[in-house]
């Protein structure tokens, strides 16, 4: 024990000595880091005067966003305003004013918002920085200003639009009206629309009131205004037929009745307006587009030669509204609606003519007065039971012009028609080009037919390419065609096509635009006709020819065998023989006999050298010995994602050269695979997904069959051949929101018609890319674009793109917007009769190439056209002359004009006024 307390204390005294003299001294400061923050003392803010909130806006009505005014003293651009403890944008006006925008998100809180005015510490002057006292921020209420329109129609065909003007509006907002809520659609805190449903705007005598309201915490309420919902009196406009004839009072010697109802044209009609006849309600509906009604005739409408009084009548709280009365004339003799054409050329040859009427007399019972000059019965016939009739005009009756009268006349008590005035003039129309066929070719490709599609085409239109005129066939009145020498493919650039008609009338139609790309296509193989017609046939001793059926092919494509180069010629596919690669291309390649006696599979490419072009995907031709089995499937060719035409997967395979042996057993890509009952088999879904080549082969009785393949095609790069329109005038849009349809003409747009896939190709027009609809039953191409995106001359490109499903981009089309505008063409008025005194005459205008700015001109009246909606033909217009137009009876001249650039006056159709 002794021992152990010594060791104890020998240690003790050497680890003294080791430490020395520094135990009986203070441990020495760490050295400072420059970093570590040196504790200070607390300096509480300092209290900034009151504040107060002045003018309170909404300044973003999409986002909420509010302007407030913040006002006291002593504020500095160090100044940030807070609101519940958020920091918001601060702007300093002076010191004495700050403008703060506070976000919606903010403002969500249940609880009253709390504004304050911050100095941040270590501003100078604050080193504790500063505070203010807390100021209540209130919502602006909303106020509503006016409302437009303030009266509206009872019983709408559609929600109608109000525009709703205030201050303070903010998106959520709803409009409150008659007891329901529809959403208010904001572009500014100052204004908004907002659509009522037919159903809101029921007839009632009383005036209706309307607020807005925004529902939150709390709800935020305008004082409402006052919307007035009425029953206008409805206005008859027009009928159709515009006459009709007593066929009744002749006991059936008139013939039939040609309708059994009229339509009716009017305004602010009403779901329950209904026609009267004599003051007599009719059996009415009310048509799809809302502007017509269709009355049933009575029984007795046609016993007796006399003039009914039309009305309209609606029914409202301050009792029936009833329109003016409009004529409607029975009449005893035949009544002759329109004629079509209005006019024909001089010197016409096999000239038809479109007469509409009633009362005509039973078939075979009436004759035509031309010029008052009986035609022979043979000339004129009833095409249909409802009153279209078809007169050829012998062509002696044109070799002069002028104005000739047309009348119906009745053979069993002579009694004819008002004349209608056909004119046979020496004029020309201005011609028209709408489209060329082909569109898009490549450097090299082969020359041949250029079709020009439009109208108003003469025997004398000659077709001009860059300025020369080429030799013309005139396959129509809307088809030309002409030849492409080797000059206009053999560089690349645009060529500008148009159609000249010479004098008196003619002129030059807009230019079309033919591309001629440097870049060549792809060729693609999609089938090999070897001298037996099939992709197998045996080997022999002579030369053979082949031919190949794809796209894409040009005279520079080359057949290539196994990478070797063969004779080649290039063949014309179509009839007629289309200039370029046309829908179908065809190559014929010589095989000589040194590569013909050679069994088994030979890859087989097509070969077009650049610019562009490349080498085709291989397609295999099976030379056999003659001996064995073969095999032919169908299809041969799928789409990636097909299942073939039953959508199963079935493959049908037919056999040749088995005698009277089954199929035992069947390979694909070396894998047995079931034989199903009617010469079928199944691919799986993996094989009908993925692209790539199926090597199909068989046994029968022992022996296996030559190979054939099944080929699975990925997207391919798509082929545009043409484009219609390919010109359109600036400024062609009837509305803001019109849409011009456009057609595309090529190959490879989709997938095949097997195929399970939804196609996503789309049309590039210039920056834009639109869908492309498929047009059945064709595999061509349809998009619209909104006008307002072509407006503006300049040439834009248009391609297809499939890029989307693993595809490639077409070489473009070229669109030409061009400044001028087209010559119109009036080619039918309905009615060509007016009645004399009638309040107001509704004319519907058919014709071509018509402007916005055309004019419709009748007399001294100049009027605006009005495209019809859904109306079968697009180029059918309606127009509303005053009851001033048909005052007077006489025969009126109308024609259309448009002004310049380009345009014209059209020729004229003369309507009577009895």
Same mark, same amino acid.
Request: hydrophobic share 40%; glycine share 10%; net charge neutral.
């Given at each position: 024990?002794?021992?152990?307390?010594?060791?104890?204390?020998?240690?003790?005294?050497?680890?003294?000595?080791?430490?020395?003299?520094?135990?009986?001294?203070?441990?020495?400061?760490?050295?400072?880091?420059?970093?570590?923050?040196?504790?200070?003392?607390?300096?509480?803010?300092?209290?900034?005067?009151?504040?107060?909130?002045?003018?309170?806006?909404?300044?973003?009505?999409?986002?909420?966003?509010?302007?407030?005014?913040?006002?006291?003293?002593?504020?500095?651009?160090?100044?940030?305003?807070?609101?519940?403890?958020?920091?918001?944008?601060?702007?300093?006006?002076?010191?004495?004013?700050?403008?703060?925008?506070?976000?919606?998100?903010?403002?969500?809180?249940?609880?009253?918002?709390?504004?304050?005015?911050?100095?941040?510490?270590?501003?100078?002057?604050?080193?504790?920085?500063?505070?203010?006292?807390?100021?209540?921020?209130i919502d602006p209420t909303p106020i509503l200003f006016a409302l437009h329109p303030r009266t509206l129609e009872s019983?709408?065909?559609? /929600?109608?639009?109000?525009?709703?003007?205030?201050?303070?509006?903010?998106?959520?907002?709803?409009?409150?009206?008659?007891?329901?809520?529809?959403?208010?659609?904001?572009?500014?805190?100052?204004?908004?629309?907002?659509?009522?449903?037919?159903?809101?705007?029921?007839?009632?005598?009383?005036?209706?009131?309307?607020?807005?309201?925004?529902?939150?915490?709390?709800?935020?309420?305008?004082?409402?205004?006052?919307?007035?919902?009425?029953?206008?009196?409805?206005?008859?406009?027009?009928?159709?037929?515009?006459?009709?004839?007593?066929?009744? #009072?002749?006991?059936?010697?008139?013939?039939?009745?040609?309708?059994?109802?009229?339509?009716?044209?009017?305004?602010?009609?009403?779901?329950?307006? =209904?026609?009267?006849?004599?003051?007599?309600?009719?059996?009415?509906?009310?048509?799809?587009?809302?502007?017509?009604?269709?009355?049933?005739?009575?029984?007795?409408?046609?016993?007796?030669?006399?003039?009914?009084?039309?009305?309209?009548?609606?029914?409202?709280?301050?009792?029936?509204?009833?329109?003016?009365?409009?004529?409607?004339?029975?009449?005893?003799?035949?009544?002759?609606?329109?004629?079509?054409?209005?006019?024909?050329?001089?010197?016409?040859?096999?000239?038809?003519?479109?007469?509409?009427? *009633?009362?005509?007399?039973?078939?075979?019972?009436?004759?035509?007065?031309?010029?008052?000059?009986?035609?022979?019965?043979?000339?004129?016939?009833?095409?249909?039971?409802?009153?279209?009739?078809?007169?050829?005009?012998?062509?002696?009756?044109? $070799?002069?012009?002028?104005?000739?009268?047309?009348?119906?006349?009745?053979?069993?008590?002579?009694?004819?028609?008002?004349?209608?005035? =056909?004119?046979? =003039?020496?004029?020309?129309?201005?011609?028209?080009?709408?489209?060329?066929?082909?569109?898009?070719?490549?450097?090299?490709?082969?020359?041949?037919?250029?079709?020009?599609?439009?109208?108003?085409?003469?025997?004398?239109?000659?077709?001009?390419?860059?300025?020369?005129?080429?030799?013309?066939?005139?396959?129509?009145?809307?088809?030309?065609?002409?030849?492409?020498?080797?000059?206009?493919?053999?560089?690349?650039?645009?060529?500008?096509? $148009?159609?000249?008609?010479?004098?008196?009338?003619?002129?030059?139609?807009?230019?079309?635009?033919?591309?001629?790309?440097?870049?060549?296509?792809?060729?693609?193989?999609?089938?090999?006709?070897?001298? *037996?017609?099939?992709?197998?046939?045996?080997?022999?001793?002579?030369?053979?020819?082949?031919?190949?059926?794809?796209?894409?092919?040009?005279?520079?494509?080359?057949?290539?065998?196994?990478?070797?180069?063969?004779?080649?010629?290039?063949?014309?596919?179509?009839?007629?023989?289309?200039?370029?690669?046309?829908?179908?291309?065809?190559?014929?390649?010589?095989?000589?006999?040194?590569?013909?006696?050679?069994?088994?599979?030979?890859?087989?490419?097509?070969?077009?050298?650049?610019?562009?072009?490349?080498?085709?995907?291989?397609?295999?031709?099976?030379?056999?010995?003659? #001996?064995?089995?073969?095999?032919?499937?169908?299809?041969?060719?799928?789409?990636?994602?097909?299942?073939?035409?039953?959508?199963?997967?079935?493959?049908?395979?037919?056999?040749?050269?088995?005698?009277?042996?089954?199929?035992?057993?069947?390979?694909?890509?070396?894998?047995?695979?079931?034989?199903?009952?009617?010469?079928?088999?199944?691919?799986?879904?993996?094989?009908?997904?993925?692209?790539?080549?199926?090597?199909?082969?068989?046994?029968?009785?022992?022996?296996?069959?030559?190979?054939?393949?099944?080929?699975?095609?990925?997207?391919?790069?798509?082929?545009?051949?043409?484009?219609?329109?390919?010109?359109?005038?600036?400024?062609?849009?009837?509305?803001?929101?019109?849409?011009?349809?456009?057609? #595309?003409?090529?190959?490879?747009?989709?997938?095949?018609? *097997?195929?399970?896939?939804?196609?996503?190709?789309?049309?590039? #027009?210039?920056?834009?890319?639109? /869908?492309?609809?498929?047009?059945?039953?064709?595999?061509?191409?349809?998009?619209?674009?909104?006008?307002?995106?072509?407006?503006?001359?300049?040439?834009?490109?248009?391609?297809?793109?499939?890029?989307?499903?693993?595809?490639?981009?077409?070489?473009?089309?070229?669109?030409?917007?061009?400044?001028?505008?087209?010559?119109?063409?009036?080619?039918?008025?309905? /009615?060509?009769?007016? $009645?004399?005194?009638?309040?107001?005459?509704?004319?519907?205008?058919?014709?071509?190439?018509?402007?916005?700015?055309?004019?419709?001109?009748?007399?001294?009246?100049?009027?605006?056209?009005?495209?019809?909606?859904?109306?079968?033909?697009?180029?059918?217009?309606e127009v509303d002359l005053p009851a001033s137009a048909v005052a007077e009876p006489g025969v009126v001249e109308v024609?259309?004009?448009?002004?310049?650039?380009?345009?014209?006056?059209?020729?004229?159709?003369?309507?009577?006024?009895?």
């Amino acid at each position: 024990m002794r021992q152990a307390w010594m060791r104890l204390g020998l240690c003790l005294l050497g680890a003294l000595c080791a430490c020395g003299p520094g135990l009986s001294q203070p441990p020495p400061l760490p050295p400072e880091n420059p970093d570590t923050e040196v504790p200070q003392p607390h300096i509480p803010p300092v209290m900034l005067p009151p504040i107060s909130v002045g003018e309170v806006a909404v300044v973003d009505a999409i986002f909420a966003e509010l302007s407030v005014q913040v006002l006291g003293s002593g504020f500095s651009s160090r100044c940030v305003a807070y609101l519940d403890n958020q920091a918001l944008q601060t702007r300093f006006v002076s010191g004495t004013e700050l403008r703060v925008t506070i976000p919606r998100m903010l403002r969500a809180q249940p609880t009253p918002s709390l504004l304050e005015v911050r100095i941040p510490p270590s501003t100078p002057g604050f080193p504790g920085g500063a505070r203010s006292p807390f100021a209540r921020v209130i919502d602006p209420t909303p106020i509503l200003f006016a409302l437009h329109p303030r009266t509206l129609e009872s019983e709408p065909s559609e /929600p109608v639009r109000v525009i709703v003007s205030g201050e303070n509006l903010v998106n959520g907002s709803e409009v409150v009206f008659r007891g329901g809520r529809y959403p208010l659609v904001l572009t500014t805190p100052f204004e908004g629309t907002v659509e009522l449903p037919p159903a809101a705007l029921g007839a009632t005598p009383e005036q209706t009131l309307l607020h807005v309201e925004l529902r939150g915490r709390p709800d935020l309420t305008t004082a409402a205004l006052p919307l007035t919902v009425s029953s206008p009196t409805p206005t008859l406009i027009g009928v159709w037929p515009p006459s009709l004839n007593a066929v009744d #009072l002749h006991q059936g010697k008139a013939g039939p009745a040609k309708t059994d109802a009229l339509l009716v044209r009017g305004a602010h009609l009403r779901a329950n307006t =209904v026609v009267k006849w004599n003051g007599r309600p009719l059996v009415t509906t009310r048509q799809a587009d809302g502007k017509h009604l269709r009355a049933e005739l009575p029984l007795e409408a046609r016993q007796e030669a006399t003039t009914i009084s039309l009305t309209l009548e609606s029914p409202s709280a301050q009792g029936p509204m009833t329109s003016a009365s409009h004529p409607l004339p029975v009449r005893t003799a035949p009544v002759l609606y329109s004629l079509s054409p209005p006019w024909v050329r001089v010197r016409s040859t096999n000239t038809s003519l479109e007469l509409r009427g *009633e009362g005509f007399g039973e078939r075979g019972q009436q004759t035509v007065l031309w010029n008052g000059t009986p035609l022979g019965p043979e000339s004129f016939s009833e095409r249909t039971d409802a009153g279209v009739w078809t007169l050829q005009v012998p062509d002696a009756l044109l $070799t002069q012009p002028g104005v000739i009268s047309l009348q119906v006349k009745r053979t069993f008590d002579g009694a004819e028609s008002t004349p209608l005035f =056909v004119q046979v =003039v020496e004029e020309s129309p201005a011609p028209f080009a709408s489209s060329l066929e082909p569109s898009v070719l490549a450097v090299g490709d082969a020359p041949g037919e250029l079709h020009i599609e439009g109208d108003s085409f003469t025997a004398q239109s000659v077709v001009l390419v860059d300025g020369e005129a080429r030799p013309t066939r005139v396959l129509s009145a809307s088809k030309l065609s002409t030849d492409l020498i080797p000059w206009d493919v053999e560089r690349a650039g645009v060529r500008t096509v $148009t159609v000249r008609t010479p004098a008196p009338g003619g002129g030059t139609s807009l230019p079309l635009l033919l591309a001629v790309h440097v870049q060549r296509p792809m060729p693609s193989i999609e089938a090999i006709q070897g001298p *037996e017609g099939g992709e197998t046939f045996p080997v022999r001793e002579a030369p053979v020819r082949i031919k190949l059926l794809g796209q894409g092919f040009s005279p520079v494509s080359v057949v290539r065998w196994d990478g070797q180069a063969l004779p080649t010629q290039w063949r014309c596919a179509s009839t007629p023989c289309m200039a370029g690669a046309g829908e179908r291309s065809l190559l014929e390649a010589d095989i000589p006999a040194e590569l013909a006696r050679t069994r088994g599979a030979v890859r087989v490419t097509v070969f077009t050298p650049g610019p562009g072009g490349g080498e085709s995907r291989a397609r295999s031709l099976v030379l056999t010995s003659g #001996l064995e089995p073969t095999l032919s499937l169908q299809p041969g060719n799928l789409d990636v994602g097909a299942s073939s035409a039953t959508r199963d997967g079935v493959v049908r395979f037919t056999l040749a050269n088995t005698g009277e042996s089954a199929l035992s057993s069947l390979f694909v890509n070396g894998v047995e695979r079931p034989i199903l009952g009617g010469n079928t088999f199944l691919l799986s879904p993996a094989e009908r997904n993925t692209e790539g080549i199926l090597e199909v082969h068989g046994y029968v009785a022992g022996r296996k069959s030559a190979p054939v393949y099944l080929y699975i095609h990925a997207a391919r790069i798509p082929r545009l051949l043409a484009l219609s329109p390919g010109v359109l005038s600036q400024g062609a849009a009837w509305t803001r929101n019109a849409q011009q349809d456009f057609q #595309l003409q090529g190959q490879d747009f989709f997938w095949a018609p *097997e195929s399970e896939r939804a196609s996503r190709a789309t049309v590039g #027009l210039g920056p834009y890319s639109l /869908p492309l609809r498929q047009s059945p039953p064709s595999s061509d191409g349809r998009f619209s674009a909104y006008l307002l995106t072509v407006d503006g001359p300049g040439v834009r490109d248009v391609t297809v793109s499939r890029i989307a499903e693993g595809g490639g981009v077409s070489p473009a089309a070229l669109l030409n917007v061009v400044s001028e505008r087209p010559a119109p063409l009036l080619t039918k008025l309905e /009615p060509m009769t007016a $009645t004399v005194g009638a309040p107001l005459l509704k004319l519907r205008v058919h014709g071509k190439r018509f402007h916005p700015s055309s004019l419709l001109h009748w007399k001294g009246l100049k009027m605006s056209l009005e495209p019809v909606a859904g109306a079968h033909d697009a180029d059918v217009f309606e127009v509303d002359l005053p009851a001033s137009a048909v005052a007077e009876p006489g025969v009126v001249e109308v024609t259309i004009e448009t002004p310049p650039p380009g345009g014209g006056t059209s020729l004229p159709i003369r309507v009577v006024v009895e």
